[in-house]
């Protein structure tokens, strides 16, 4: 599958979570000067030029349990604080709204789109600090070098290899639900009717060709669908009018967040399977989060700052409540790595991975994998 | 005009263990000869779901194990049962992943005794497959497309004078016409205009080829001229098949249709003739696969990205 994949799915999830922070810190009230504090700080940290200098590299994919370890840690960049549950919240509404956006992709290509989209608001977000609004168009620059040039073959690709990222969850979001753009199953509705893509005509037409290459005749025929032209193509600029949707900013104060996570994929034995499977990549994907998390570049609060808990549901009650009914099959197990920058301390993270493999399982634990993740909690 | 012709109705639905992966033409069904029963297979990542005529689905993991995302670079060839590993082959693994990726892709049986296999890299590996025992082979290694393969199809009728056997296409839309033999030989070349093709079918001379705009084209193998052209799908196309006694063409795509085409030939002026039968809608489905089930195609069946079921359908 595609080697590219890693920066737009990076990304993108990290455009969702700020939206969802951003309307959980206003719906929580929380004074606008600390507030801007955490989204300038993490915004700061996401897109710190080593950090996205690793994030760039061809690579392979890794699970969701790695990949959530790095929000964790993005999520914690500033004095901003979450409880596991409302981190779990956190991450469900994020993998389920880029889901949706990757699978309703016109053409393969507009995932850029998205992208854009995504990178337009954060830089609304930060449009005060021009320090961090540069480290912002210098990631827009590198997303247009990298991937302009791409075939629309190479895109499907890495499509694809989003799609399989994200197989088989189907977590219900209450807003994806309200404006029935998910179906209760947890399915997402796929409209057959609107603008076909661009490049793309509008199904009906059959025309027939003589062996000369002439037009010899012309019939039509009709189905279900109702389609139409579309009126332009989005702008793949560092400025420009997007034209799709797909990736902008669909929370507001007045929306709430919610998510139902017991029941909500009919296959469970293919979820839990997930967290079960052996997983020889298992030190492989230490390395890559020691690298990446070790690019990270997290402030220490100052004196003078107090910091806070935010929580992703209306109540202290509802986020407990959800943190003791949180299905087995679905729980992250989060991992919990001091990385830093300082050579030192990554010698010794990586003399620790060294000695962590030759480690004995622990008894009645089946899977290799699992223990070394297990393992590294205590670190 | 709408077509009138034989309507299909949904019949059931076969359960899989795992729900299929966004991957082109991700169905493959077995057709023996002399009795229904048949076995279906679709790939999860990088296992393939098998469902035979009797007993519980199986699944055949990809040697080597490995994420679902970094697919080991393997070609494996087992019992139609799925019971035993055969054969297995190894493509050349770069040491540090380069931009471009490495898979393999498109699968195809080929002239009575080989099994033809694309790469990411444009080449065709054919594999000599023994009519007794498991000393398969690599025979020879066809390099004349310069973008991923992405389906490999043969001749499923009567091939007419110099059209070749066997079509293999790729990412940029490129076809190529081979005929086989102990050294396989390029009869033409189709070029692509940068427009993927993604799923490709042969049938008495005429390659029927799916494009990621949505449009099917027919082109004559033996002159490569465009015979007819379709706006078929308001979304890429994932799967073409055809039925060979009949000249029925199937269709799925990401536009979540299913469509079933006639395909024939006028007599008089040799023109290609292609008339639409039937549209299904698989409800807020991706169609990833789809096949006939049968050589005249009155059933063919159909899987989806995230769907753990084949559905299947039948004459209405």
Sequence with gaps: MSARTLPLLFLNLGGEMLYILDQRLRAQSIPGEKARKVMNDIISTMFNRKFMEELFKPQELYSKKALRTVYDRLAHASIMRLNQASMDKLYDL??????????????????????????????????????????????????????????DGEFQLIRQTLLIFFQDMHIRVSIFLKDKVQNSNGRFVLPISGPVPWGTEVPGLIRIFNHKGVEVKRTEFTTAGNYVTPQREGSFELY?????????????????????????????????????????????????????????DIQKPAGGETGFRL??????????????????????????????????????????????????????SAEKGEDLLALMDGL | MAAAGTGYRRERALALRNSSSALYNNLTVLCPPARPPRAFGAVHGTTLSLL???????????????????????????????????FWH?????????????????????GERFICVGTSSGAVLVFDIPPKG?????????????????????EQGQAPEAAGDLVTADDSGTLCLWSTGEEFTLLGRIPGSGCTCSSVTLWNGIVAAGYGNGQIRLWEAGTGQLRAQVSAHARWIYALDLAPLTGKLLSGAEDSFVHVWKLSRDPDTDDVEIRHCHAECVTDTQVCGARFCDPAGDTFAVTGYDLSEILCYGPA
């Design chain 2, 134 to 154: 498991t000393n398969v082979t690599l025979s020879e290694v066809l390099e004349q497309h310069r973008d991923p393969v992405t389906d490999i199809a043969a």
């Design chain 2, 90 to 110: 190894a493509l050349d693994v770069p040491e540090h992943p380069a931009a471009h990726s490495v898979f393999a892709r498109g699968i195809s049986a080929a």
């Design chain 1, 94 to 151: 994020m993998t389920m709204a880029f889901k949706y956006q990757v699978l309703l992709c016109p053409r393969p290509r507009d995932i850029l789109l998205v992208t854009f989209n995504h990178l337009d608001a954060i830089k609304d977000f930060i449009y005060e600090s021009p320090a961090i609004l540069n480290q912002v168009d210098e990631t827009f620059r590198q997303l247009i070098e990298t991937y302009s040039c791409l075939p």
């Design chain 1, 240 to 296: 420009g009018d997007r034209v799709l949707k797909l990736g902008t900013n669909m929370y507001s104060v007045s929306r709430p967040v919610e998510t139902h996570v017991a029941g909500s994929s009919k296959n469970l034995a293919s979820r839990a399977k997930e967290n079960t499977v052996p997983n020889p990549l298992a030190k492989e994907e230490l390395n890559f989060l020691a690298r990446l998390l070790g690019g990270l």
């Design chain 2, 52 to 86: 035979g005529p009797e007993g519980p689905p199986r699944q055949l993991p990809a040697r080597g194990g490995g994420s679902a995302l970094s697919t080991p670079l393997l070609t494996q060839m087992y019992e139609a049962d799925g019971s035993t590993l055969v």
């Design chain 1, 311 to 364: 929580n992703l549901f209306t109540t202290d009650e509802e986020e407990e409540h959800a943190a003791q009914t949180r299905p087995e099959d679905l729980s992250y197990k989060v991992i919990n790595i001091e990385a830093t920058q300082e050579p030192g301390r990554r010698a010794e993270l990586s003399r620790i991975l060294g000695e962590l493999e030759v480690a004995e399982p622990r008894p009645g």
